[in-house]
């Protein structure tokens, strides 16, 4: 089925890129971060194109759950220890200016923009939300401890964010996109960055600057995106006759459930898996409807995909070190609404020359030693000495069925394909030959 909000807004559509052309700016990839990106240059007067491989919203934005929010889960508790103050506290002040950043565009524009209260629940671990109340407490953010919710389930305790925001996504990029300059159905094949050329089926583009905001960065040559990433679905279903639960909620559990309203319908996400693993999918979500909203009907079901970074923290700014033209956002670890904001502040600023004061914490090239880099090392090589016909074309790693969604999905870092092998999701630039029916 579709997503909820594809649904529920007409798209506004863009002409092919054909012939050459010169920018300043070329911003790759349509999806919320990229818009935003092009937004920022307008208002900066920064000459940009945007070109779009599909429609714009067409991936990843268009199955958000679309929560505005800084509370990313029990991070700062985490950020605090691993990263110091300083930048647990430049990043809380990131994405609480990102929430501030839709706040003031959403108010000319109808999206169904809604303040409300954030929640990170626990089922089990009251010292874990103790300590997060503390840490954010400690960064200068006045957050509440609570123990009671309106979640159809008793809790052990919850932190709570206010003044946090929910809103359609596809509403809000196709209002913004109107008068931006934009090419949809252009993808990328190349780039050559010494002679600043991209180059798609139709076209060749010359640019001075170029910005990926692919979801997973494609360029494998430079920034080791393929070992700092892995890629991670999760699954989302909207009832109709369910109840409004009056906020944004997340449990703190890897394998835990979240919930926000949209109108007359609830939205309930959860069974994740890592791509390309097993998981408890729609089975999971459908079996918890079963049990605490029984009258209620599922109007709209939706998968999502994620890219997780080593830290938490996304990636964004120059793509690698030897890169000074070429910039990226990514890694955005389940929270791409209020990271793509962040990014397009940063982003908006790098490429004209200007420091950011936000962009030191999310630095792409911050130290790769985590444990998680040797578990994305371990999954590769694992994958890549699996003896199987079907195979990635991105770096030739094993495909696993998918008989939940009836796809081929690559474990090492989350490209997907149909049936007959055409992309549904990068990093792999095109489809898979050998998954094609004869």
Known sequence: MKSIWTDSVKP??????????????LIIGGGICGILCAFFLKQQGIDYILVEGDTIGSGITKNTTAKITSQHGLIYD?????????????????????????????????????????????????KKIEKEVRA????????????????????????EFQNQAQFNPLKFIYEISKDLNIYENSFIKDIGLDDHIAFTNDAVITAKNFIVTTHF???????????????????????????????MFVDEAKNGMSFRNYENLLIV??????????????????????????????KYNWATQDCMSLDGIPYIGHYSKSTANLFVASGFNKWGISSSMVSAMILSDMVVGKTNEFQEVFSPHRSMLKLQLLVNGFEAVTNLLTVSTKRCPHMGCALKWNGTEFSWDCPCHGSRFEENGKLIDNPSTGSCKSLKKS
Do not use: W
């Not at 506004?12 to 700016?25: H, M």
């Not at 954010?136 to 932190?159: E, H, M, Q, R």
């Open 217 to 247: 960065p494609f360029i494998n040559t430079h920034g080791s995106y393929f070992l700092k990433m892995y890629q991670h679905r999760s699954y989302a279903i909207a009832l109709e006759n369910a109840q409004n639960v009056n906020g």
């Open 78 to 126: 985490k950020l605090i220890r691993s990263a110091g103050h300083e930048k647990a506290k430049m990043y809380l002040d990131a994405n609480q200016l990102a929430i501030s950043k839709y706040r003031e565009v959403c108010k000319n524009i109808e999206c169904n923009f809604e303040d409300k209260c954030a929640y990170t629940y626990t089922l089990t671990d009251i």
């Open 269 to 298: 996400g959860g069974g994740d898996h890592r791509t390309g693993k097993s998981g408890g999918n729609y089975t999971e979500l459908r079996q918890f409807v079963q049990k605490y909203y029984p009258n209620s009907v599922e």
């Open 136 to 159: 954010v407490n400690s960064l200068g953010f006045n957050c509440d401890y609570v123990d009671k919710t309106n979640l159809p389930f008793d809790i052990k305790g919850a932190i």
């Open 12 to 25: 506004p559509t863009f002409k092919k890129l054909k012939g050459q052309i010169n920018t300043d700016v």
